[in-house]
């Protein structure tokens, strides 16, 4: 099967990314990021024909959202249509719009993620997600120390930790350069040490150090037809592909590989990427933790033993190195959840427009890779690229 | 646009008020089954290559409640996508996954139990806003008097009317093997039914019910592969009314008159009170049936068009409609499948001969704010 | 006189909200729950293809897409896969309580399971040195079983029992 019609990312908006925006409600967060979002694609929401949106209830305790939130998104009189995937699903609705753009049912679609983490109880929320029938009352949240054990399993305790915290602090040192962040904590590499041995352990060696935002925030992405795109003579960042990888809630152990990795394998096989190291210029990655940053970055790339690790002890990770990671700041950062995977995707389009002001990486974008997470670690993954890409590109395979 | 998207194969559970002996994965297991035996697909390459599912985490009571059925629709390193609204939603997104190209069979899979929770109302009383709306007390069924006491107070249909509307029916749930409600009501009793929410009496809402509906979409090359009677999307469209009841025009079809434009438009539908074979509305409540018949351009005047038997002239609802139960999740889907149903000639005593194109209607929120209009043909 | 900055207290509405559930747990989870509140048994179920077990048992086997239909009872004693030690205590969803930290929480492959089915569940021990992969355990029953994961109070550590593959942690 071969894509329809080709699309792009033409602009995106965020609100601040906050522990809390008391002084919004719902909609009037939301509001913010579509206006902006209208404003930096440069077209009106008479222009939108389809408006998406998501998020994960059980946190704010609203049900079907959307119906509320028609008051700040602009979908009224217009399409729409509700996706929700846990953790992934801003990615996920950026899949859809991809779709829907593509199917040639819509021309300019807007889509939605949002979260205000403080009206509820995150950790709550999460656990939640446990059967309610056997472990929701085990459950933990999202915390656990296995995925660090697996790096200090691999590479020894002193090396794992001094990597983990050299993770973290170049996240924030991405985060001080962005203003919607949600946390800058202005970490310093001379402290790395120490914050890997004193900080609050949560579980295991997963540390609050290292340990994701509980953010309140919205995200809005307006993608756009090839046709469009020239109409509006607007900057675009074409959407080449994606690939959406889940798992059984129980079967995550063994020896298989994890969804990260398939997703990666199946993505770049089809869209014939054999070095993503080289052929990718950016990665905005879903790290919900340090530790579980350091090990995907191995499988997005599809790398083995040491060759990820490495790359964040000689700082290829940073905003100036050969293979920048989240220069938004990532996960870590900011986590508003429902949004969260979409800003992941909002930021790998700014990289390639060259929007991303004091956070754009030193290098030329060609190509920049998103990823979302959620769920029983699910994968979303999605590939952007400056070059349009070739109509009748394989798609399905 | 690219290809067309067939809908394949349809299996539904039998809705019932509390079906306390199955737990939510049971219960799409049911159904997916269903649609595998009767296209012999299995997962992965060359078969079903990605998942829709409907479903609800307040209805659930479960954060990502999809997660707990990855196994059954066939997930495990595989794409699944839910949509969270009326299952006709996922109808409309499983036909732009294929239509863009990216998947060539899509699995559509929804559940519902709205027996799980202590009431229904209390799961779409959250829908309303935290600040005034939801103090006031409202939930769905509250949302669904006020815009029947506007609706009739402007059509001039009345009680009576939708009594017999109710009496319709259970006359054709008798027929359908997997209603709830089928067992005959008479006039008297309907309308002795108590008042709920004024003006709604008991017998005149959608029963609690629980259930679950899955289907296999495909497009052109593939659906022909696998069925001899694929059932095709025409036609597809949705729509947003406003959020505060007040702002809305409760007693038309703003929405829906939008949707189905939409849905006509791609279709080729000039003349909807003349197009179709068959057309299945989501009565909620017996009002919407003929309210939302006006907005289906089914008809102009939904109490003249009670009056001189059109839902039977115009085979509306031979299912029984959701009147005769399905949950909230799956109205609109229920109405998708009846017409497959219709149009692949398998709908045994309650078939509308030689159908050859059928509406289906699906609504979301409250007094139905979202309206999901899907056109079909064989 | 400088211009006094007016401001006002933003209102936050405070609720709780909870809507009573009946969770239907259906054959298989059913079968598996009224086991082990009733004769202390835990069972597995197993899939006709490949053999592997899944613990809770599960209607449908992920990999091969078939009902799981074999039922196999594991014995209430394995070996320790992996663990977590939890300092941050997250309420329960439902009494708002939160255990004592740190606390312990394993995965054990139960002797006999087939496939990667490790049974998760809490690790009563008092010193933390103690907890290591290859550890042999057993499940320590509640007295009061309702068909509920507190029915399994937690695992407790086999005393003099050599640990599986010598692992180092």
Redesign the interface.
């Known amino acids: 099967m071969t894509k329809n019609r080709n699309v792009a990312i033409i602009g995106s908006g965020m609100s601040r990314f906050s522990s809390h925006r008391?002084?919004v409600n719902q909609p009037e967060m939301i509001h913010e990021a579509v206006v902006e979002a209208l404003q930096d694609a440069g077209v009106m929401l008479d222009d939108i024909d389809c408006v998406l949106h998501g998020n994960m209830e059980l946190f704010e305790?609203v049900h079907q959202p959307d119906m509320w939130h028609v008051i700040g998104d602009g979908v009224w009189g217009k399409s729409g249509i509700r996706l929700t995937t846990g953790g992934t699903t801003g990615a996920t609705l950026a899949c859809a719009a991809d779709n829907l753009v593509a199917s040639g049912l819509h021309d300019a679609v807007l889509a939605i993620g949002f979260e205000k983490l403080q009206e509820g109880?995150t950790?709550?929320g999460i656990?939640?997600m446990a059967d309610?029938?056997?472990?929701?009352?085990?459950?933990?949240?999202a915390?656990?120390?296995?995925g660090a054990?697996k790096i200090i399993?691999e590479f020894g305790v002193e090396r794992a930790r001094w990597a983990a915290m050299k993770y973290r602090t170049i996240m924030d040192e991405h985060a001080m350069r962005n203003p919607k962040a949600h946390r800058r904590l202005r970490l310093e590499r001379r402290y790395i040490k120490e914050t890997a041995e004193n900080s609050?352990?949560?579980?295991?060696e997963l540390r609050m150090i290292h340990m994701c935002s509980q953010s309140d925030g919205a995200c809005a992405v307006v993608f756009a037809s090839e046709e469009k795109v020239r109409q509006w003579k607007a900057n675009p960042a074409w959407i080449v592909d994606h690939e959406t990888v889940h798992r059984?809630e129980?079967?995550i152990?063994?020896s298989?590989k994890n969804t990260q990795r398939v997703a990666a394998e199946r993505l770049f096989k089809r869209t014939g990427i054999s070095n993503p190291r080289q052929e990718i210029d950016v990665l905005e990655m879903y790290d919900p933790s340090a530790w579980w940053g350091l090990d995907w970055l191995r499988d997005f790339l599809l790398l083995s033993g040491d060759e990820a690790i490495k790359m964040v002890e000689n700082d290829e990770i940073a905003i100036d190195g050969a293979f920048p990671v989240n220069p938004s700041g990532g996960v870590i950062a900011s986590n508003p959840i429902g949004a969260t995977a979409l800003v992941r995707v909002a930021e790998a389009a700014m990289q390639i427009r060259g929007t991303a002001g004091d956070h754009q990486v030193a290098k030329p974008v060609r190509r920049a890779l998103a990823s979302g997470f959620g769920g029983s670690l699910w994968t979303v993954l999605m590939l952007l690229s400056k070059e349009k890409p070739e109509q009748g590109a394989e798609t399905h395979g | 646009m690219a290809s067309r998207v067939a809908i394949c194969a349809v299996a539904q559970t039998k809705f019932e008020a509390n079906?306390?002996?199955?737990?939510m994965?049971?219960l799409l297991?049911e159904v997916v089954?269903g649609v595998r035996e009767q296209t012999g697909l299995?997962?992965g390459k060359g078969g079903i290559d990605g998942a829709v599912t409907v479903s609800d985490d307040?209805f659930d009571?479960r954060t990502i409640s999809n997660g707990g059925i990855?196994?059954?629709v066939?997930a495990?390193y595989g794409a699944e996508e839910k949509v969270a609204a009326d299952g006709a939603q996922g109808v409309y997104y499983a036909a732009a996954q294929i239509l863009s190209g990216h998947h060539e069979i899509v699995l559509l899979a929804g559940h519902c139990?709205e027996?799980?929770?202590?009431?229904r109302n209390?799961?779409t009383h959250?829908a309303f806003d935290?600040?005034y709306t939801r103090p006031v007390g409202l939930d769905y069924l509250a949302a669904a008097a006020l815009q029947a006491q506007a609706y009739m107070a402007r059509s001039g249909v009345t009680e009576i009317q939708l009594a017999d509307v109710v009496a319709r029916s259970r006359r054709w749930a008798s027929l359908n093997p997997v209603a709830q409600l089928t067992a005959p009501a008479k006039r008297e009793d309907i309308l002795a039914s108590p008042m709920v929410a004024d003006p709604i009496r008991r017998d005149f809402m959608y029963p609690v019910s629980d259930g679950a509906i899955a289907m296999i979409l495909a497009n052109e090359q593939r659906a022909r592969q696998i069925t001899n009677t694929p059932v095709w999307i025409a036609g597809l469209g949705n729509c947003y009314d406003s959020f505060f009841l007040g702002e809305r025009d409760l007693g038309g079809n703003f929405a829906l008159e939008c949707a189905a434009k939409r849905a006509y438009a791609m279709a080729g539908v000039a003349n909807p009170e003349k197009a179709f074979d068959v057309a299945e509305i989501a009565d909620q409540y017996a009002h919407q049936l003929p309210q939302y018949a006006e907005g289906l351009g089914l008809c102009k005047s939904g109490r003249e068009w009670l009056e001189s038997e059109g839902p039977d002239r115009q085979n509306v609802n031979r299912s029984g409609g959701m009147l005769a139960g399905n949950p909230l999740m799956l109205g609109g889907l229920a109405r998708v499948a009846e017409a497959v149903i219709q149009l692949r000639g398998e709908a045994g005593e309650r078939q509308v001969a030689e159908a050859r194109r059928a509406v289906a209607q699906g609504a979301t929120g409250p007094a139905g704010q979202l309206q999901t209009v899907v056109v079909l043909e064989s | 006189m400088g211009k006094e900055k007016e401001g006002r207290e933003?209102i936050?509405?405070r609720?709780i909200?909870s809507?009573?559930?009946?969770?239907?747990?259906?054959?298989?989870?059913g079968r598996?729950?009224a086991e082990l509140r009733d004769n202390k048994r835990i069972m597995a179920n197993k899939c006709p293809k490949c053999g592997r077990h899944?613990?809770?048992p599960?209607?449908?086997?992920?990999?091969c897409?078939v009902?799981a239909t074999g039922w196999d009872e594991l014995p209430p004693v394995g070996t320790i896969?992996?663990f977590?030690?939890?300092?941050?205590a997250?309420?329960?969803?439902?009494t708002g309580e939160t255990r004592q930290v740190p606390y312990v929480?394993c995965?054990v492959d139960l002797d006999g399971t087939q496939?990667?089915?490790?049974f998760?569940?809490?690790l009563d021990v008092d010193d933390l040195t103690k907890v290591r992969r290859g550890v042999r355990v057993r499940v320590v029953f509640a007295d009061d079983r309702r068909g509920?994961?507190?029915d399994i109070r937690h695992f407790e550590i086999i005393p003099d029992e050599p640990i599986e593959g010598g692992d180092a942690?």
Not at chain 1, 132 to 141: C, D, E, F, K, V
Not at chain 2, 19 to 23: A, H, T, V
Not at chain 2, 115 to 119: E, L, N, P, R
């Open positions: 008391e002084e305790m109880h950790t709550g656990t939640n309610p029938l056997w472990g929701r009352s085990l459950q933990t949240g915390l656990t120390g296995t054990q399993d609050p352990p949560l579980a295991g059984e129980t079967m152990f063994g298989q | 079906k306390w002996n199955l737990r994965q049971g297991w089954k299995g997962f307040v009571a990855t196994d059954v066939g495990h139990k027996s799980q929770a202590a009431s209390m799961v959250l935290p600040f | 933003l936050v509405s609720q909200l809507i009573p559930q009946h969770f239907s747990t259906g054959p298989v989870m598996f729950l899944q613990l809770p599960r209607e449908v086997c992920a990999i897409h009902e896969r992996d977590d030690v939890i300092y941050y997250s309420p329960d969803p439902l929480l995965w496939g990667d089915a490790p998760w569940h809490l509920a994961t507190e942690r």
